[in-house]
């Protein structure tokens, strides 16, 4: 899974909200022949490739439905002030957990409400900020490095 500091800027939480059913059902079914590829692996070239991407077997479920992170992500980064191009190349490991910690998130829909209404001012931190970290599990992270 790439880095979201990859996807470009104009990547918008919106996008997410209003997918239709026909591009989510694609995404899922390239999700789950990516997953199957990775599954069809030997055991230790599994593990040497979740390696390199910084996951483990258990976060294999989560990467299949973690679609999500790719768009919210982004978003968030902007939104709470942070350079997300220069936070992965400062500090990769830490961008690892972020990724991690948003691809086991079970609030993406309200999340992305709340950065697609918090995008709408640049990322102001303004009472968008406000909720978005009480619903983030990522959000002490985020305060800390904004």
Do not use: Y
Not at 42 to 61: F, I
Not at 80 to 88: F, N, P, R, V
């Amino acid at each position: 899974m790439p880095f979201p500091a990859s996807i470009p800027p104009n990547a918008s939480p919106i996008a997410f909200i209003r997918k239709g059913w026909c591009a989510t059902l694609l995404d899922r079914w390239r999700t789950g022949r990516q997953l199957d590829a990775l599954l069809a692996l030997e055991p230790l070239d599994r593990k040497a490739v979740l390696q390199d991407a910084g996951l483990t077997e258990a976060d294999l479920a989560a990467a299949a439905h973690g679609d999500h992170v790719q768009s919210l992500l982004p978003a968030a980064l902007v939104l709470h002030g942070i350079d997300g191009t220069s936070l992965e190349a400062d500090r990769a490991d830490l961008m690892q957990d972020l990724v991690r910690v948003c691809m086991h998130c079970r609030k993406a829909r309200a999340c992305a409400r709340i950065l697609a209404d918090g995008g709408a001012d640049g990322g102001a931190d303004g009472g968008d900020c406000a909720a978005h970290g009480r619903l983030c599990p990522n959000a002490p992270t985020l305060e800390t490095l904004g």
